[in-house]
T-cell receptor, first 109, second 114 residues
Framework: KQEVTQIPAALSVPEGENLVLNCSFT??????LQWFRQDPGKGLTSLLL?????REQTSGRLNASLDKSSGRSTLYIAASQPGDSATYLCAANTDKLIFGTGTRLQVFP | GAVVSQHPSRVICKSGTSVKIECRSLDFQATTMFWYRQFPKKSLMLMAT?????????EQGVEKDKFLINHASLTLSTLTVTSAHPEDSSFYIC??????????FGPGTRLTVL
C-alpha cells in the first residue's frame, strides 16, 4: 500500500529564502509524481508533474526532483515571496493519486 | 485547457437531507473521475474512482450506500451524500482524467451539515 509523507509539516521563513520541501513514498512503481499548491479553503493548483522516467522539472522559481529508487521527491522554491504562502502537497500516482500529508508554508515580509 | 468545474461550491443543509455535487470536465472527455474528501488541515483522502458507464470503485472504509456516485457521461460525475449528518461536513474535491495518467482537479465543494 502506497504511503506518502512530507516533511516538514510546517515552515515559516522570511522573504527571499530558498526552500526545500521533501516528499517520500513507499512504493516506487509510480507513473508520475505531482506537486500541488492549496490556498486555504480552495482547491488544488498543479505546480509540477514529473514522469517516472524524468529526474526533474522546472517552472519559474520552482524545481522538483524525483529519485524513484529511493522513493523521494523534493520541491525547491527559489527566492521565496509572501505570495508563496500556502500548503504544498505532493502526490504519487500509481493509477490513483495518493497524497502526502502536506507542508504548510508561511513566508513573511 | 483541462478545466474541471464543481457545483455547488458551497452548500449548507439540514441533517437527514441528501446533497448532490456535480463534477464536470469542460474541455475534455474524462474516462475516469475521482472523488476526494478533505478534513480541516488534513490531506486529501481518495473516496472512490468512477469510470463512465460502470459502477464506482470505493476505497476501504467508504460507505457506498452513503456516498452514491454516478458517472453517466464522459464529462459528468455526481456524488450524492445521502441522509447527511454533521460528521459528513467536509471539503469534497473531484478530479477528472482523460486518456493519460494526469488528473485535473475541480475547485472543491464545501459541505456543511447542520
Amino acid at each position: 500500500k502506497q504511503e506518502v509523507t512530507q516533511i516538514p509539516a510546517a515552515l515559516s521563513v522570511p522573504e527571499g529564502e530558498n526552500l526545500v520541501l521533501n516528499c517520500s513514498f513507499t512504493d516506487s512503481a509510480i507513473y508520475n509524481l505531482q506537486w500541488f499548491r492549496q490556498d486555504p479553503g480552495k482547491g488544488l493548483t498543479s505546480l509540477l508533474l514529473i514522469q517516472s522516467s524524468q529526474r526533474e522539472q522546472t517552472s519559474g522559481r520552482l524545481n522538483a526532483s524525483l529519485d524513484k529508487s529511493s522513493g523521494r521527491s523534493t520541491l525547491y522554491i527559489a527566492a521565496s515571496q509572501p505570495g508563496d504562502s500556502a500548503t504544498y502537497l505532493c502526490a504519487a500516482n500509481t493509477d490513483k493519486l495518493i497524497f502526502g500529508t502536506g507542508t504548510r508554508l508561511q513566508v513573511f515580509p | 485547457g483541462a478545466v474541471v468545474s464543481q457545483h455547488p461550491s458551497r452548500v449548507i443543509c439540514k441533517s437527514g437531507t441528501s446533497v448532490k455535487i456535480e463534477c464536470r470536465s469542460l474541455d475534455f472527455q474524462a474516462t475516469t473521475m475521482f472523488w476526494y474528501r478533505q478534513f480541516p488541515k488534513k490531506s486529501l483522502m481518495l473516496m472512490a474512482t468512477s469510470n463512465e458507464g460502470s459502477k464506482a470503485t470505493y476505497e476501504q472504509g467508504v460507505e457506498k450506500d452513503k456516498f452514491l456516485i454516478n458517472h453517466a457521461s464522459l464529462t459528468l460525475s455526481t456524488l450524492t451524500v445521502t441522509s447527511a449528518h454533521p460528521e459528513d461536513s467536509s471539503f469534497y474535491i473531484c478530479s477528472a482524467r482523460p486518456d493519460s495518467p494526469e488528473q485535473f482537479f475541480g475547485p472543491g465543494t464545501r459541505l456543511t451539515v447542520l
